[in-house]
């Protein structure tokens, strides 16, 4: 099996009072929308995709939006998400099939992290927490 070339992409995003943002994106400001396409489903508009040429470097990359994330400390989590957050891996397979034709085959993982869920009573947030 020769000529087998992968590219594995990452995104991160958060999700945080309804609005949608880009974890590694430039303006952290910016709020995303969602779309819709028969072909693709539900996606982000404008999402960023990082290329990732090992696991170090998802590590890496995974670590700076997690810096990026709203969390607030409680009563019971210093260091609580505010947040839901979705960290997606796409692996893009390239080769030539039976018939020698080139063929491209993908597969996404999505890794979700739910917002912190503590018993309000016990955690001791206010306000916007």
């Not at 992968?6 to 709020?31: A, P, T």
């Not at 400390?73 to 397979?93: D, G, K, L, Y």
């Amino acid at each position: 099996m020769k000529n087998i070339r992968f590219l594995v992409r990452v995104s991160y995003l958060e999700i945080y009072n309804e609005e949608i943002r880009d974890l590694l994106g430039k303006d952290q400001s910016q709020h995303l929308e969602l779309k819709e396409r028969p072909d693709i489903g539900v996606y982000a508009k404008d999402l960023s995709a990082v290329v990732c040429h090992n696991a170090d470097d998802m590590e890496r990359i995974m670590s700076i939006g997690n810096r990026n994330r709203s969390v607030g400390a409680t009563q019971m989590n210093e260091h609580s998400s505010r947040s839901h957050a979705i960290f997606s891996v796409t692996v893009e397979c390239s080769d030539k099939g039976p018939d020698g034709a080139q063929r491209l085959r993908a597969g996404k993982l999505h890794l979700v992290d739910l917002a912190g869920s503590e018993r309000q009573s016990k955690t001791g947030a206010t306000g916007i927490r």
